[in-house]
């Protein structure tokens, strides 16, 4: 059975840092992700990296202040975030595929590219 589990949200203050954590199990994957969904919106795309070489991709948003990051001896993959604003509140979601990290020459970036999700921990930022 695989299974991801998602850990490392909570309350911050605005300019604080929190480390997300996403401990897989079962299988390994050519693909890592972090995704995010604020109320009301659709949920986005954060950043991504491939298991083969640690390439990464970041959404605009987030470039320069997050960082993703994976350790392929443990299945995990991790999301560091500085200098939160509160426009990053949301949940966010870990996210895997075992297929190959790119479709069309494009690294996979929308929700429905990947096959395996974790339950999501929620982020709030206060001003």
């Known amino acids: 059975q695989v299974q991801l589990v998602e850990s490392g949200g909570g309350l911050v203050q605005a300019g604080d840092s929190l480390r997300l954590s996403c401990a897989a199990s079962?299988?390994?994957?050519?693909?890592m992700a972090w995704f995010r969904q604020a109320p009301g919106k659709e949920r986005e795309f954060v950043a991504g990296?491939?298991?083969?070489?640690?390439?990464?991709y970041y959404a605009d948003s987030v470039k320069g202040r997050f960082t993703i990051s994976r350790d392929n001896a443990e299945n995990t993959w991790y999301l560091t975030m500085n200098s939160l604003k509160p426009d990053d509140t949301a949940d966010y979601y870990c996210?895997?595929?075992?297929?190959?990290?790119?479709?069309?020459?494009?690294?996979?970036?929308?929700?429905?590219?990947?096959?395996?999700w974790g339950q999501g921990t929620q982020v709030t930022v206060s001003s």
């Open positions: 990296i491939t298991w083969i070489d640690g390439t990464t």
């Open positions: 996210a895997a595929h075992h297929l190959s990290a790119y479709i069309f020459g494009e690294f996979r970036k929308t929700p429905n590219e990947y096959a395996y």
């Open positions: 079962g299988r390994t994957f050519s693909t």
